[in-house]
């Protein structure tokens, strides 16, 4: 199961290391608030090379995340684990749609949003 969110990136935790029966591991906790009416916070674990694009966040990105959800069961209690798969910047962190310095014309404007035009007084 693949799912969405976005929001406020409000806390990096510190990088996790150690070794398992699979050999070296590393993990990296981020947790995120929603812009909602009523915002929610979720906490979100990278795993592996996943840990690198967190390093590239800090707190107050705005960011979307892509992830799955996994659950798993330890001594008849059920976790939840948010997987992140891809987190992409948005908003003022995310590479700006005209490059800088070069105006956008009316004409170029009206390319990119046609029903822009529509609204003529005659």
């Known amino acids: 199961m693949a799912m969405e969110l976005t929001g406020r990136v409000i806390k990096l935790l510190p990088e996790q290391t150690g070794t398992g029966t699979n050999g070296e591991w590393k993990r990296r906790d ?28 800090n707190e107050g ?30 908003g003022e962190g995310a590479a700006p749609s005209a490059p800088a310095g070069q105006p956008v014309s009316e004409g170029d404007a009206f390319a990119a949003n046609p029903e822009a035009g529509d609204d003529l007084p005659f």
Request: charged share 35%.
């Open 30 to 57: 981020f947790i995120i608030e929603t812009d909602d009416q009523y915002p929610k916070k979720a906490c979100f674990s990278a795993w592996a090379a996943r840990v690198a694009d967190v390093a590239s966040l």
């Open 61 to 90: 990105d705005k960011v979307k995340v892509s992830f799955d959800v996994n659950s798993r069961e330890y001594n008849e209690k059920w976790y939840n684990d948010l997987r992140p798969w891809k987190i992409e910047k948005v």
